[in-house]
């Protein structure tokens, strides 16, 4: 099926740190999103973003985050600066349609 | 607020039963549902999808039953096997919004 590459598997910064996760979604997809999950546990949405704008975003898409995709190239997820339980996996997902694509997850450890 | 509840953390069944993973949700916005498998070290994938005008989908081994009144939805899988050894995530999401809420997960286990 579709896939959605992001890089890399694994980031391992010092907290206060910035870090950017960078997403390739599904070339022919228009809607992007971050879902956040933490140790195996249940995926939250973090934010999704079309037309070049974030749409909705949740109470754990604090400040110091932001996303972007800038001319059709990667969608990233910036984390500026960083905090220690901002440790979890970060999925990327694309749609056309109801349907999510997910990739297979950065996961960020911050130390 | 957990508006997608999964009964069950783990389940665990032998090769050849039938797995049956329950979910619930609160927000009545939600108009489609999406089960989605997930192996270690892996994204999450769509396994099979219904949405509220239907009370029954099914695909394969892979069913799932929707009570709208109820406000609740089962997967079935039939004929376990060990290679559907994974987590299940049941999602509902509404208005076309794309925004998938999750439950929790079910880690399910198919003994050989």
């Known amino acids: 099926g579709p896939k959605v590459l992001q890089i890399p598997s694994h980031q391992i910064i010092d907290m206060g740190q910035m870090v950017t996760l960078n997403c390739d979604p599904v070339?022919?997809?228009?809607?992007f999103y971050w879902y956040k999950q933490i140790l195996g546990q249940q995926m939250e949405f973090l934010v999704n973003?079309?037309?070049?704008?974030?749409?909705?975003k949740s109470k754990l898409f604090k400040d110091q985050f932001s996303v972007e995709r800038p001319d059709g190239s990667y969608f990233t997820l910036k984390i500026q600066p960083t905090a220690l339980e901002d440790s979890a996996v970060y999925f990327c997902?694309?749609?056309?349609?109801?349907?999510?694509?997910f990739g297979a997850g950065t996961r960020l450890s911050v130390l | 607020q957990q508006q997608v509840r999964q009964s069950s953390q783990s389940l665990t069944v032998w090769e050849g039963e039938t797995a049956i993973l329950n979910c619930s949700y609160e927000?009545?916005?939600?108009?489609?549902f999406p089960w989605y498998q997930q192996f270690p070290g892996e994204g999450p994938a769509l396994l099979i999808a219904?949405?509220?005008?239907?009370d029954k989908k099914e695909d394969g081994r892979f069913t799932i039953f929707f009570n709208k009144r109820e406000k609740n939805l089962s997967l079935h899988i039939k004929d376990s096997q060990p290679g559907d050894s994974a987590t299940y995530f049941c999602?509902?999401?509404?208005?076309?919004?794309?925004?998938?809420?999750f439950g929790h997960g079910t880690i399910l286990r198919v003994h050989p």
């Open positions: 997902a694309s749609s056309s349609t109801d349907t999510l694509y």
């Open positions: 070339s022919n997809h228009l809607y």
């Open positions: 973003f079309y037309n070049g704008k974030v749409m909705e």
């Open positions: 927000n009545s916005a939600f108009d489609y």
């Open positions: 219904i949405r509220s005008v239907s």
């Open positions: 999602a509902g999401t509404g208005a076309n919004t794309g925004k998938l809420t």
